[in-house]
């Protein structure tokens, strides 16, 4: 079982840039394919993005295909996920968990406490 946590979430404005990471522990994620999710208020979680175990591929929801980037770096257990262009759309908790194969749904039921993403306009 691994535990993750989410950091690197603030408040900006519309156009800026935030960096999220989500450290594992537990367990090495070497070989396990990585999301991000998010959920905004009185919405439901949904998927970002996902990168598969090797780093040869990467999903994206269309709407921030070009804006985010998604990367790892299995050596610090850790997940990022760059934001560039950033839109008040954006505003919501991001989490991250691992996905069952090279599906964009979650592994685990449990979620970390995330982190928070305000978007200005």
């Known amino acids: 079982q691994v535990a993750l946590v989410e950091s690197g979430g603030g408040s900006v404005q519309a156009g800026g840039s935030l960096r999220l990471s989500c450290v594992a522990t537990g367990r090495t994620i070497e070989y396990l394919s990585m999301g991000w999710f998010r959920q905004a208020p009185g919405k439901e979680r949904e998927f970002v993005a996902r990168?598969?175990?090797?780093?040869?591929?990467?999903d994206y929801i269309e709407s921030v295909l070009g804006r985010f980037t998604i990367s790892r770096d299995d050596a610090k257990r850790t997940v990022y996920l760059q934001m560039n262009g950033l839109e008040p759309e954006d505003t919501a908790v991001y989490y991250c968990?691992?996905?069952?194969?090279?599906?964009?749904?979650?592994?685990?039921?449990?979620w970390g406490q995330g982190t928070q993403v305000t978007v200005s306009s």
């Open positions: 968990n691992v996905l069952r194969g090279r599906t964009r749904n979650p592994l685990y039921d449990y």
């Open positions: 990168i598969e175990w090797n780093s040869d591929v990467t």
